[in-house]
């Protein structure tokens, strides 16, 4: 399958998702949003993904948010269409069973923010600028932007961010524990591959459980979220995977994890 504004490559365990539409700051339209939904489906059906980087082509931006230009001519009925398949895309990426990492290389604005924030780990490039400028065209954040940075910063600076619409360097979303590290430009994509392949030598079964109940726990209350954890761990107890981790550091050896 061709994808013509979304490439996949796989190095080993490790997928990596580049948007690749640099003339627009890799802006998602109608069509990159299908073609990221066809790629993460892709990565997701590779038996072997362990883990995942998004990041955008070009060395300017990640994702500079939802093509203005597409959206101004939409019709309710599209921005409604147009909005089903955002949701569908970000409710896909946050549901792949192994972790997935931003790599976020320029702007993160809008839809793109919104993107990254649908991974499970942000890295951020002293290039990168980040914001949720939507009330600037009039409208607010509609890929679970408002609800999934809330939930990452706090809802007082979730606020201070939306309202005044102004992007935050990297130092700065650093600071808010948005982002959890700044790398020199050139030195993001390796430091995201360095932690991809360290994630990727870890139990997959363990990992996609602790994503699961991580995310399902948080919107809980602890007593609920706590039994999560509980059942998650009885479970991995019938995997083989756990039998070999276990076996494998009683007898001083790597662990070969087989994903059962
Ligand atoms: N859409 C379309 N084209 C974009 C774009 C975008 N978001 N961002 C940049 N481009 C295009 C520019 O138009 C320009 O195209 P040409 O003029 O060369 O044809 C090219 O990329 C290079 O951009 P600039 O010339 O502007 O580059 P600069 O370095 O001067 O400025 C910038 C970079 C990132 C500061 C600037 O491009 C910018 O402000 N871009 C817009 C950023 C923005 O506002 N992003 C948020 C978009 S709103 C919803 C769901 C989702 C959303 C809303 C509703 N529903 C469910 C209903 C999400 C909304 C958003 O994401």
């Given amino acids: 399958m061709t994808l013509e504004f979304v490439t ?24 990159v949003l299908q073609e990221l939904d066809q790629a993460l489906g892709l990565a997701a059906a590779h038996a072997d993904t362990r883990a995942l980087i998004l990041t955008g082509e070009g060395g300017k931006a990640f994702v500079a948010g939802a093509d203005i230009a597409e959206m101004a001519q939409y019709t309710p ?4 269409a147009f909005s089903a398949k ?8 946050e549901a792949l069973p192994f972790p997935t990492i931003a790599a976020v290389n320029g702007f993160a604005l809008g839809g793109g923010l919104e993107l990254a924030l649908a991974c499970d780990l942000l890295y951020a490039s002293e290039k990168a600028k980040l914001g949720l400028p939507e009330v600037s065209l009039a ?33 700065k ?3 808010i524990g948005l982002a959890l590290e700044v790398l020199p430009h050139d030195a993001l994509l390796p430091r995201c591959k360095e932690i991809a392949h ?7 079964l363990a990992l996609s459980q602790a994503k699961r109940v ?5 919107d809980l209350p602890l007593k609920d979220a706590n039994e999560l954890e509980r059942q998650a761990f009885a479970l991995l107890f019938g995997t083989d995977d756990q039998k070999e981790g276990m076996r494998a ?9 087989k994903n059962l």
Wanted: proline letters at 4%; charged letters at 25%; aromatic letters at 6%.
């Fill in 8 to 31: 996949l490559a796989f190095d080993g365990p490790v997928a990596l998702v580049t948007i690749d539409r640099p003339k627009a700051l890799n802006a998602l339209n109608a069509q």
């Fill in 77 to 80: 009925a599209q921005a409604l």
């Fill in 86 to 93: 955002g949701h569908q895309v970000m409710a896909r990426l």
């Fill in 139 to 171: 409208v607010i954040p509609g890929f679970g932007g408002t609800q999934r940075l809330m939930r990452a910063v706090g809802k007082l600076r979730a606020r201070e961010l939306i309202f005044t619409g102004e992007a935050i360097d990297a130092a």
């Fill in 173 to 175: 979303a650093k600071e």
């Fill in 198 to 204: 360290t994630i990727a030598t870890r139990g997959p």
């Fill in 214 to 218: 991580i995310e399902a726990g948080a």
């Fill in 249 to 257: 550091f009683l007898e001083k050896r790597k662990a070969a994890f």
